[in-house]
């Protein structure tokens, strides 16, 4: 977020700190450079949020098990461990910097109206470079997962598997202690940037929203962001499931291994084809495949294996194994940022992130602001105030300031940049506006059949109008805090945003101002879900069944948040991890 800051200032340190700190964490020799077999039982494909899990368990037998990951050791990144710098991670070494294609709808306010998607390309792949919030969703979207005919994904299904994750390190005696877990692997904790979060919680008081764990059963209120962090540092399935199981001898790991293929006889997956150090390898699996390469990876490694629609099969020219609807109905959340100013000094500004004390704190003792993600709690409405429907919006209180630094992160054309930094103030907040239950859905395709070359992303964001329609009653709704005592305390003020050609000749604050903004400065959430979605056999935006299993094909599954049905109530680390625990009991309990 403000790595683009100079760090001259701290440059004395370095000399003096590499003198008295402890060295760093490093890879054991050899670890991931075990000599390959042709056989194992099972072959994960990615060792990302969902794959480092899946790995994991099936590793607790005897069964042997191969992971591959494309990328490299997370351990290459010192600032992957650190909480507040997980958005300087993205367009990093670690990151697969995928693009979309020109939006039709939206990002009129981006370069070249493109959307980018950060995904992460290294041992715990997306999950090591998030913000690291962690929300399960709502327990009616599980509910209507079952409903639309993914039978056993009920909230009352999925939730042993949410507990099984979790070791809950905060006090839950003011909630239902019942629903959470507290013997799993990720250490979760409650997290505050900066004590703006009590007017935000005031205020949310004021409209009638009390303070509530959204992990449990109602997501509608107030709620302290719960991330995963132990100990100051990141806490993600590589550092807290895959690494202590690294010493198993029937679990391999291969780093810098980019898989191309699925490789079939007939109906039937036999083994996987992938690169590493330009030499072609191919292995093969006595038992089971599972693609755990994310929303974008698996699809594509399913459409280049000839697993998609027969239309784009032949216009590609791949031959067909299976006609399913991989790559279509691609969703995603999308954001909105606010600017709010405010008449004192509160929030976490550049400068502050850039003080000498703050980094020393963290780098001795893992404590301070280095060790938050930068959240001061969130709100969650449904917007026709109906409490037995899940929310429609979600808002983030950020503890940051709207000042330079903040700005360097968007991929806003240069002149929109240019006229915004007038108007950023070290004496402001950001609320982050995320719609929860967007309707539009694109498409994921390949470009080519090179599996070296990135695949066409189009979220057709914005697509469905409803959408804005959305957002336009979201932001009434952010006006309201506006109006409450504890906002007026602080002197909050929305700042308007609008630019020359960017819809600086709307009237403002008329509905028609809001819907041009929307089209042009919302982006995307990076909640990307369902290009290899779940369901029934006779449901044909399906690709893979209820247990996760490619429809048609043997010995295949999908385990990561592309086989979700509906984005989930919030963010999909928590979904992406629970459905890898699932996949893992369906394999074990299916021999």
């Given amino acids: 977020m403000f790595l683009g800051q100079s760090l001259v200032q701290v440059a004395s340190l370095v000399i003096f700190l590499s003198t008295v700190l402890p060295p760093t964490e490093k890879d054991p020799p050899g670890v991931f450079d075990r000599p390959l077999e042709d056989w194992y039982d099972y072959i994960v494909v ?120 979790e070791h809950i390190a905060f006090n839950l005696s003011t909630y239902n202690e019942d629903l959470r877990g507290r013997n799993g692997p990720l250490t979760i904790v409650e997290s505050r940037m900066t004590m703006l979060e009590y007017f935000h919680e005031q205020a949310a008081q004021e409209l009638g929203f009390n303070r509530i764990d959204c992990n449990s059963e109602s997501q509608l209120g107030f709620c302290r962001i719960q991330v995963n962090i132990k100990k100051g540092e990141r806490c993600d399935t590589a550092s807290c499931y895959l690494r202590p199981a690294l010493e198993r001898t029937n679990l391999q790991v291969h780093l810098n291994s980019h898989v191309s293929k699925i490789l079939f006889d007939g109906k039937v997956a036999q083994g996987v084809e992938f690169s590493k150090d330009d030499i072609l390898n191919k292995v093969y699996a006595r038992k089971e495949i599972i693609l755990s390469a994310g929303v974008v990876g698996s699809p594509k490694i399913l459409l280049l294996s000839g697993v998609g629609p027969n239309h784009h099969m032949n216009d590609i020219g791949v031959p067909v194994v299976a006609d399913l609807p991989v790559g279509e109905n691609v969703q995603d959340q999308m954001a909105m940022h606010f600017q709010v100013a405010i008449n004192m000094s509160l929030a976490t500004t550049s400068q502050k992130i850039m003080d000498t004390e703050n980094i020393l704190q963290y780098l001795f003792f893992r404590e301070g602001i280095y060790a938050q993600i930068g959240v001061d709690g969130m709100v969650f409405v449904n917007l026709d105030q109906n409490n037995e429907e899940p929310p429609d919006i979600q808002l983030i209180f950020l503890g940051l300031s709207y000042d330079k630094g903040f700005l360097d992160s968007f991929y806003y054309k240069e002149e929109v940049k240019e006229e915004l930094a007038k108007r950023t103030d ?95 400065f919302a982006n995307q959430a990076n909640h990307q879900t369902s290009s290899c979605r779940m369901g029934s056999d006779d449901d044909t935006t399906a ?49």
């Fill in 46 to 165: 990615g060792a990302g949020s969902a794959g480092g899990i899946v790995a994991t368990r099936l590793s607790e037998g005897y069964e042997k098990v191969l992971l591959l990951e494309a990328g490299g050791s997370d351990l290459e990144n010192d600032e992957t461990k650190i909480p507040l710098l997980w958005s300087a991670l993205s367009n990093s070494n670690l990151d697969w910097k995928f693009k979309t294609i020109p939006q039709t709808h939206s990002h009129f306010a981006n370069k070249d109206k493109v959307s980018i998607w950060p995904r992460g390309k290294c041992l715990g792949g997306t999950g090591k470079i998030n913000a690291m919030a962690l929300i399960r969703g709502n327990p009616k979207d599980f509910d209507t997962w079952t409903k639309e005919g993914a039978v056993g994904w009920s909230y009352s299904d999925v939730l042993p598997f949410f507990k099984k994750i």
């Fill in 543 to 591: 690709v893979v069944d209820p247990q996760l299993r490619v429809k048609g094909i043997k010995n295949l599954r999908v385990a990561d948040a592309s086989v979700m049905r509906n984005n989930p109530s919030g963010n999909t680390n928590g979904p992406t991890m629970m459905i890898a625990e699932r996949a893992a009991d369906f394999i074990k309990n299916s021999k």
């Fill in 426 to 520: 070290p004496n402001s907040f950001v609320v982050i506006m995320n719609l929860l239950h967007a309707k539009s859905r694109g498409t994921i395709t390949l470009s080519t059949t090179s599996s070296s070359d990135k695949p066409v992303i189009d979220p057709m964001y914005l697509s469905d109008s409803d959408d804005v329609e959305t957002f336009v009653k979201g932001i009434r709704f952010l006006q309201k805090l506006q109006e409450t005592k504890s906002w007026k305390s602080i002197g909050a003020t929305l700042i308007r945003h609008d630019t020359p050609g960017h819809c600086s000749e709307e009237e403002y604050d008329e509905d028609d101002y809001w819907r041009c903004m929307v089209r042009h």
